[in-house]
Nanobody, 126 residues
Framework: QVQLVESGGGSVQSGGSLRLSCAAS????????MGWFRQAPGKEREGVAS????????YYAGSVKGRFTISRDNAKNTLDLQMDSLKSEDTAMYYC???????????????????WGQGTQVTVSS
């Protein structure tokens, strides 16, 4: 059973930084997509960043490109999201997710992901 546990959320002022981490366990993660998604109140969950663990290829939403960096530590089985130059519109609950065989059109499409963490809250104040 895949388990994903996020940590690192919190409150920060606009322009600040936060680093989220997701501890993954329960199965192999050597060949899958691992991603970060977020959901603000009243909005749909959206893909933020994703990485294909077999190749290290990364994918970013346009709204975070150049500000967020996704990375994977294979030895520790963790997935990190470094968030810099944070804006108030980044405020949301952030979720870690895993997709083993996705047929979704994009690595940032939530419909392709099978396993989800419980989320960690990020609040950016202006």
């Amino acid at each position: 059973q895949v388990q994903l546990v996020e940590s690192g959320g919190g409150s920060v002022q606009s322009g600040g930084s936060l680093r989220l981490s997701c501890a993954a366990s329960g199965y192999t993660f050597s060949r899958c997509y691992m991603g970060w998604f977020r959901q603000a109140p009243g909005k749909e969950r959206e893909g933020v960043a994703s990485i294909y663990t077999a190749t290290g290829n990364t994918y970013y939403a346009g709204s975070v490109k150049g500000r967020f960096t996704i990375s994977r530590d294979n030895a520790k089985n963790t997935l990190d999201l470094q968030m810099d130059s944070l804006k108030s519109e980044d405020t949301a609950m952030y979720y870690c997710a895993v997709a083993y065989q996705t047929t979704a059109p994009s690595p940032l499409d939530k419909r392709g992901y099978n396993y989800w963490g419980q989320g960690t809250q990020v609040t950016v104040s202006s």
